[in-house]
């Protein structure tokens, strides 16, 4: 998330001049925002850290299980004792304690009521649920961040094309300069200010590629990619949505924070459940087999023996107590949780409606500015040729025009990257 907000900062009219790299830029790869959003999907390291946590958490819950579960024990053993003592019986020796024995085993553990090992894996599962919704969620927010990258870098190549189209002006105001010179109707002040104008107009030109070059490289890393990407955004599509109450409404049964947050409460209550259930007995059934290469007591070599076992715990030093306790204070937490993500994604939404439609008109007026500064600047231009306009007044409206076309392109981007704002806050994918 943080190399989308250093990419908000490289754009070439809201950072500090950037110095030009000596070095050839390596030429980007060209995607089209599908094609960048499956990019991420398969090699960001930040999706892929959330996906290990996520299988992380789902670990939890197969270990809970596990205690719901029979389970089987295979031991064997060799003993050598100092003495061997035994006694003839009817039918034989009855060995008491042999010199040497091998001895093999195995047992079958069966919980028949196990207190609280169902609440605890009921508890780890909705755990897991809820670390899957928060993954949507961050991949969402992810992917939102994505796109308006992509609107900032497509911002930086349209600064491109103003810069040249800038340049050209100027080149062109450079030669009328010197013709007007040469037929006497303008003075060498002109021609010099025409000539320092174009120079500037280059260095502009320049700080705009490499302002460029550096948001490539910028996306590219978002990406997971090694090298410059560019990505094509697809035309804005403004439905005019404004009703910020559905807005909110939709926005709040479909981001997946709230059903996250939904899940981590029902596992806090399921926890408040397995601490009472602490207080109850546990059963269990047990049956194992033995064998050694000496007979036992019995005369036989091999037996068997099953058992049903409760066991009830009356004192515990207190810690069921406090288990309890401690499940009512989660409980407390995740309400508490559950409630400040209602109010965030309201606020988000709220917000992010605001914003679109501030983008909407700052967007219409810098049409109507672009538009205006496009008419001064060819007044300008015509006026100089007729010898009624200043060198100076021709570099100011071209000063002005190229302003207002840089303004056009940052409000466009701004309301492509206000709708893709909402659209994150309202919860949908792309």
């Not at 070095?23 to 960001?44: I, K, V």
């Not at 981001?255 to 059963?283: D, I, K, N």
């Not at 033995?290 to 715990?313: H, M, N």
């Not at 309890?324 to 988000?348: C, G, L, N, P, W």
């Amino acid at each position: 998330m943080s190399r989308a907000r250093n990419l908000l900062f490289i754009i070439l009219l809201t950072s500090g001049p950037i110095v030009p790299s000596a070095a050839r830029a390596a030429e980007p790869r060209t995607l089209t925002l599908d094609e960048a959003l499956a990019a991420l999907d398969r090699q960001s390291p930040d999706l892929a850290q959330l996906r290990a946590h996520v299988d992380a958490v789902a670990s939890v819950a197969r270990e809970a299980l596990s205690a719901l579960l029979p389970g089987l024990v295979a031991m064997g053993s060799y003993a050598r004792n100092r003495d061997d003592a035994r006694f003839a019986g009817p039918t034989g020796d009855i060995v008491i304690q042999p010199q040497q024995a091998l001895t093999v085993a195995g047992t079958v553990h069966v919980p028949l009521f196990a207190q609280n090992a169902y609440w605890d894996f009921a508890q780890a599962r909705d755990l897991t649920m809820a670390e899957g919704a928060s993954f949507q969620a961050q991949r969402q927010r992810l992917r939102g961040a994505v796109v308006q990258a992509c609107w900032m870098e497509q911002t930086a190549e349209n600064v491109i094309a103003v810069a040249e189209r800038g340049l050209a002006s100027a080149r062109d105001h450079a030669e009328s300069a010197e013709r007007a010179e040469k037929a006497g109707t303008t003075t060498k002040l002109a021609v010099l200010q025409a000539r320092s104008e174009l120079t500037r107009r280059e260095k502009d030109l320049t700080e705009a590629r490499s302002a460029l070059g550096h948001s490539r490289i910028e996306l590219g890393a978002l990406l997971g990619r090694p090298e410059p990407t560019r990505v094509v955004m697809p035309t804005v599509t403004d439905d005019g949505s404004s009703d910020e109450e559905q807005l909110v409404n939709d926005a709040l049964h479909a981001r997946r924070e709230r059903a996250a947050r939904a899940l981590e409460l029902r596992a806090a209550e399921r926890g408040v459940t397995s601490a009472w259930m602490r207080l109850a007995p546990g059963l269990s059934g047990s049956f194992s087999w033995f064998a050694s290469d000496e007979p036992y007591v019995t005369g036989k070599k091999d037996g068997w023996r099953a058992s049903i076992d409760l066991a009830w715990a009356l004192y515990d030093g207190g810690y069921r107590y406090g288990k309890r306790r401690e499940a009512d204070a989660f409980v407390a937490a995740a309400r508490a949780q559950a409630e400040a993500t209602r109010v965030d994604i309201s606020k988000e939404v709220r917000d992010s409606a605001l914003e679109v439609g501030v983008a909407r008109e700052r967007l219409r007026v810098a049409t109507e500015q672009a538009a205006v500064a496009e008419e001064t600047a060819g007044t300008a231009r015509r006026g100089f040729a007729a010898g009624v306009s200043t060198s100076l007044d021709v570099i100011d409206a071209l000063d002005r025009e190229t302003q207002a076309e840089v303004g056009l392109e940052q409000a466009r981007a701004g309301l492509g990257r206000a709708l893709a704002a909402l659209h994150t806050a309202r919860g949908l994918d792309w």
